[in-house]
């Protein structure tokens, strides 16, 4: 199946800890990008990444770090887990120069206790 | 920095009924987008909206847009229970082309 696989689906971690969530997409797409939905649902972008720059949305903590192994795979480092990471975390990808619009995963569930 | 506004956040509404679901955004957005979520899942692309005065239609839904008023649309035609959502709307800004979403709206389709 071609689609943006996330995985753990759901994480639940203590405070301090340091987890990764890991994405990969098989569409061929340039671009990934992670977003975070709150609890009021609000999603919000962190990083957009390509082969040629990474974007960093300024309000994301510097204990978020995206880590690119390859063009198909985006994944999400996090390091010292607070309280407030508690959200459910999506990755997507388009492609830039040709419009096929996005393509979301799943979400990781992070339940920070 | 491009900032969407979505209202209403919350619409409950009779099967049967008619009604519209509002996107304003703050400055030039390279295409307009309409999503759909249901509980626990994933982000579902409705429509792509590319130039102004696009209208697009599935079902009982139809999107539009305005770009000069910086406004659009999504209007639900007769809904039905299966329509119940949360619906956001997002543009589109910047080298990377990240989606600026707006607050969703929570549709409830009473019967």
């Known amino acids: 199946d071609t689609a943006v696989s996330q995985t753990p689906k759901y994480l639940v971690t203590q405070m301090g800890n340091d987890k990764s969530i890991k994405c990969e997409q098989n569409l061929g797409h340039d671009t990934m990008y992670w977003y975070k939905q709150d609890s009021k649902k609000f999603l919000k972008i962190m990083f957009s990444y390509n082969n040629k720059e990474l974007i960093i949305n300024e309000t994301v903590p510097n204990r978020f770090s995206p880590k690119s192994p390859d063009k198909a795979h985006l994944n999400l480092h996090i390091n010292s887990l607070e309280l407030g990471d508690s959200a459910v975390y999506f990755c997507?990808?388009?492609?830039?120069?040709?419009?096929?619009?996005?393509?979301f995963g799943s979400g990781t569930r992070l339940t920070v206790v | 920095e491009l900032k969407v506004e979505q209202n209403p956040l919350f619409l409950s509404m009779q099967e049967g009924k008619n009604y519209t679901i509002y996107c304003n955004y703050s400055t030039t957005s390279d295409r307009l987008y309409w999503y759909r979520q249901d509980p626990g899942k994933s982000l579902e692309s409705l429509f792509v909206?590319?130039?102004?005065?696009a209208v697009k239609q599935e079902g009982r839904l139809m999107a539009s847009l305005d770009t000069k008023a910086r406004l659009s649309t999504l209007h639900i035609t007769a809904a039905v229970h299966d329509l119940s959502a949360t619906y956001f709307c997002a543009g589109e800004s910047g080298s990377a082309r990240q989606l600026t979403f707006g607050s969703g709206t929570q549709l409830t389709v009473l019967p």
């Open positions: 909206l590319l130039s102004n005065g």
């Open positions: 997507a990808s388009s492609h830039l120069d040709r419009f096929y619009g996005y393509t």
